[in-house]
């Protein structure tokens, strides 16, 4: 009876601390607004169809669904209408690059809001002209050495870029080739990039047997940032009955337990994810997509509530310590594809993206 009593208590003290903890969702959103409008206000340094836009317009149309505005729709909508909601134009060789059409993510959410065919019909026929004319490049194609097109998803980041859209195209027609493609393509990516050991993506195959200064593998944060971000953004396109879902679900827990063990003593995740040491400063962009993620995890019951949500809070007060009063984003690491050292006054649009995208899922936390 005793040992009873002491345990109810033990889990009062700790529902008490975490209530103690919760943010309120006034706050979550004052300062999604603040930051959205900075970015809004900001001429875009970026093609409009870039994929560093893609990430920018993925976490503003959260915010957007969200907003008591209706600036930030047609923001987006202006942003469309200047892509011809289209993919990023290239030379046509490269038109299997899936950074160019992570702007999808976008075009497809206005369509599931607006119900008009221009936001949906660019990005299908360029979705149906890959499926018909698969590449058959090996994997260990290095692409970035001879300046050969991109034609697979050879580089982590690509998980965000272009399974998302598919996975989206795929809930919004209901055909299973887009489902069948981004499942073939992910699993053999995944086979070729993760680490079983670390539950960790390697950026590319360049970094297989690259080691950190303190001498343990080379985990790009935001390259695994893409990865758990666009976990959260394809699992709820798949229906419960589908078989391959599971593997997925597997893949966000496994993934999540061990970023989850990687967050610092301030809240945030650094550039590197095993060699906090050597990239000493905070990293936004990939501590916005583990927020998000996690986030998002609690919301929708893969993750324990009791054993995330500390990790989810604490994450996004250091995101909110990284804004500035007008709602500059700092410490997001620029364009790259490997840990670099970064500095507050840096930011990037993608790292706004990742920002709202996590404060979506923050303020269905918030009591």
Known sequence: MKKRLIFALAVVVMAMQLNAQEVKKSEVYEIMDRVASWQCQQELKHRPADWTNGALYAGMMAWAKMAEDERYIDWLIKQGETCQWSKMPRAERERY?????????????????????????????????????????????????????????????????????????????????????????????????????????????????????????????RGNGWVFGGLAIILPELKDNYPEKMWYEKLFTDMAHKIASLQDENGYWHASMLDQESYPNPETSSTGFFVYGLAWGINNGYLDREKYLPVVLKGWKALTEAVYPDGKLGWVQPIGENPKKTKKSMTEVYGVGAFLKAGSEVYKLAE
Not at 148 to 175: H, N
Not at 193 to 220: A, C, I, T
Request: a neutral charge; aromatic letters at 18%.
């Open 97 to 221: 690059h899936a950074d160019d059409y992570a702007v999808g993510m976008m075009y497809l959410e206005m369509y599931r809001l607006k119900k008009d065919k221009k936001m949906l019909q660019p990005m299908k026929e360029h979705l149906d002209y890959i499926i018909a004319n698969p590449s058959s490049r090996s994997m260990d194609h290095n692409w970035w050495r001879d300046e050969s097109p991109a034609q697979r998803w050879t580089w982590c980041d690509a998980l965000f870029m272009a399974p998302t859209v598919f996975a989206k195209m795929y809930s919004i027609t209901g055909e299973r080739k887009y489902l069948e493609f981004m499942n073939k393509e992910y699993r053999v990516t995944t086979d070729f990039l993760y680490d079983h050991v670390e539950h960790l993506y390697y950026r590319d195959s360049r970094y297989f047997h690259q080691k950190e200064p303190n001498g343990k593998k080379m985990f790009w944060g």
